[in-house]
Every structure is written in C-alpha cells, then in structure tokens.
C-alpha cells in the first residue's frame, strides 16, 4: 500500500510540472540518432489545456493531444498533414519530451518566456 501511495503522489507531481496554459516562446530539438547531438531551433509553444497543446516553427505545425499515457501528434504544413504518430510522453520540469517510435526520432519542447501578444 505505500508503494501506491508513493506512485501516485509521484505521478500528482509529474502532471503538476506542465506549465500553465498560455503561449511561450520556446525551442524544439529534435535528435535523429542516439549518438548524434539535437537540432534544436526557436519555436512557439501554445498550451490551450492540460490536454491540447501546439508547437509552431515557421510554417510546420505540431498538434499535440496529451492524453494520460501518451501523446498523438499531428504534423501540418499550411493545411496538409504530414505525418502523424502516437508515444508514450513526460513532463520533465517544464520540459515535455516524446519518441517517434517508427521514425526513432526524439522531441524536446523547452517553453521560455510566456511570449506577447500579437497586435
């Protein structure tokens, strides 16, 4: 039984370290290989809710459904699909990190400040 209680005050915790919904500016890198260092770039980051978020670089989007296990991303270039995929993902801090599995292709989005609103 105090191991549950442990697992869950551990996974309360993990769920807490999203940040708020809003919209950041932020960078994504993306690791093609395990050996190889990450491409990382400026990006934007939006968290509509605990569940919907977006990631945006120029004109490549990344639609994000977080759901409690897993994460289902939608690749959209304008209004065209580009790939789509579903892993297992985590909150590390801030930080949320996911696997293509089929393309072994990792993701990290680091929101940084909340970004200005655009007039």
Not at 36 to 53: I, M, Y
Not at 96 to 102: A, C
């Amino acid at each position: 039984m105090r191991g549950l209680a442990f697992t869950l005050v551990f996974a309360a915790s993990a769920a807490s370290a999203a940040p708020r919904p809003g919209r950041y500016e932020a960078t994504l890198c993306v690791r093609t290989s395990a050996v190889g260092a990450p491409s990382c770039g400026a990006a934007e980051f939006e968290l509509r809710s605990k569940a919907h978020a977006q990631v945006r670089v120029a004109d490549v989007v990344y639609r994000l459904h977080l759901r409690p296990a897993q994460v289902d991303v939608m690749t959209m270039q304008g209004t065209m699909e580009i790939d789509e995929f579903s892993a297992p993902y985590e909150w590390r801090g801030d930080v949320l990190t996911f696997v293509d599995p089929d393309k072994n292709v990792r993701y990290e989005v680091r929101p940084g400040a909340r970004a200005r609103a655009k007039f």
